[in-house]
C-alpha cells in the first residue's frame, strides 16, 4: 500500500460522513514499540501507518458492528486467543503463526488477524471459535478498511446511527 493510497481513504472517510479529521486519534509511536515488543514482530507499514492515523478512534469506520479493533483491544486479543487456545483445545480457536497478531474480534466469538512477517502489508485472515480454520478475507489491509468504510458508508444511509447514536463497541 502506498500512502497515497491511505490518502485516498482517508478522504473518502472524511467526505462520507464516517471519520473527519477532528475525530481521529492515532497511537503514539511508544505505543507501537510496546505492540511489536509484546509480540516480538515488526508490524507490516500499512497497519503502522492504520494504527498512527487512528489507532485509538477512528470515527464512525468501527462502530456500527461490535468491532473491538482500537488499540486497546489489539493489545491483549493475540495473547487471549493463544491463552484460551491452550486452556481449552477443544474450543476452535485454531493455533496462530508465530507472527501473527489479532487486529479485530466481533462479539468474543470472531476474530481477523494480519501476519507481521512482510514489511509493506499483510493479507487479513478471518477465523472465529467453532471450526479452527483460518481463511484469507482480504488481500491487503487497505482492502479490509475500504470494506470497512463500504459497512459504514451503508450503515450511515441506513439510518443506523438515528437508532444508535454513538454506534455499537465492545
Given at each position: 500500500?502506498?500512502?497515497?493510497?491511505?490518502?485516498?481513504?482517508?478522504?473518502?472517510?472524511?467526505?462520507?460522513?464516517?471519520?473527519?479529521?477532528?475525530?481521529?486519534?492515532?497511537?503514539?509511536?511508544?505505543?507501537?514499540?510496546?505492540l511489536?515488543?509484546?509480540?516480538n514482530?515488526?508490524?507490516?507499514a500499512?497497519?503502522?501507518?492504520?494504527?498512527?492515523?487512528?489507532?485509538?478512534?477512528?470515527?464512525?469506520?468501527?462502530?456500527?458492528?461490535?468491532?473491538?479493533?482500537?488499540?486497546?483491544?489489539?493489545?491483549?486479543?493475540?495473547?487471549?486467543?493463544?491463552?484460551?487456545r491452550?486452556?481449552?483445545?477443544?474450543?476452535?480457536?485454531?493455533?496462530?503463526?508465530p507472527?501473527?497478531?489479532?487486529?479485530?474480534?466481533?462479539?468474543?466469538?470472531?476474530?481477523?488477524?494480519i501476519?507481521?512477517?512482510?514489511?509493506?502489508?499483510?493479507?487479513?485472515?478471518?477465523?472465529?471459535?467453532?471450526?479452527?480454520?483460518?481463511?484469507?478475507?482480504?488481500?491487503?489491509v487497505?482492502?479490509?478498511?475500504?470494506?470497512?468504510?463500504?459497512?459504514?458508508?451503508?450503515?450511515?444511509?441506513?439510518?443506523?446511527?438515528?437508532?444508535?447514536?454513538?454506534?455499537?463497541?465492545?
Open positions: 500500500m502506498t500512502q497515497q493510497s491511505f490518502d485516498d481513504l482517508l478522504h473518502r472517510l472524511a467526505h462520507a460522513g464516517i471519520a473527519p479529521p477532528a475525530s481521529l486519534v492515532g497511537c503514539t509511536e511508544a505505543e507501537i514499540a510496546s511489536e515488543a509484546k509480540y514482530v515488526t508490524l507490516p500499512t497497519y503502522r501507518t492504520y494504527l498512527t492515523m487512528m489507532g485509538h478512534d477512528s470515527g464512525r469506520l468501527l462502530t456500527h458492528d461490535h468491532y473491538a479493533a482500537t488499540y486497546s483491544h489489539v493489545l491483549d486479543m493475540t495473547t487471549q486467543c493463544r491463552e484460551d491452550d486452556e481449552f483445545p477443544d474450543c476452535g480457536l485454531p493455533t496462530l503463526p507472527d501473527a497478531l489479532v487486529i479485530v474480534g466481533r462479539l468474543g466469538e470472531q476474530f481477523m488477524m501476519r507481521c512477517s512482510a514489511s509493506d502489508d499483510s493479507p487479513v485472515w478471518y477465523f472465529n471459535e467453532y471450526d479452527g480454520e483460518i481463511k484469507q478475507s482480504f488481500g491487503s487497505l482492502d479490509w478498511l475500504d470494506s470497512l468504510a463500504d459497512e459504514a458508508e451503508n450503515a450511515i444511509a441506513n439510518g443506523y446511527y438515528k437508532q444508535f447514536p454513538n454506534g455499537t463497541r465492545p
